[in-house]
């Protein structure tokens, strides 16, 4: 799997904000079939930083009604990273 195709995109919550100020933690969308080391180098080496901590959580899609016809949302899977003391992703940051 290409590096580009595992980070989908970050995250940017309230939750994602406090954890980005308070631990150095950032939450990025990743690839379904993505494991922690893949993350890892994915973060390592698109924003040039050192991550120290990868943990992953899958989501399940919820079922939607729209009228009569039932559908689901897409499963996805978040990753929340922590990267080494002092160091951040730019990219988020001016956001």
Known sequence: MKLHEII?????TEKASLQKELF?????????????NEIRRAIESVFKVHVTD?????FRGKFRRVGRNMGQR???????????????IEVIEGV
Do not use: M
């Open 24 to 36: 150095d933690k950032y939450a990025f969308e990743v690839a379904l079939e993505a494991n922690k």
């Open 74 to 88: 897409s499963n996805w899977k978040k990753a929340i990273v922590t990267l080494k003391k002092g160091e951040k």
């Open 54 to 58: 990868v943990k992953t959580i899958r």
């Open 8 to 12: 989908k995109r970050p995250l940017i």
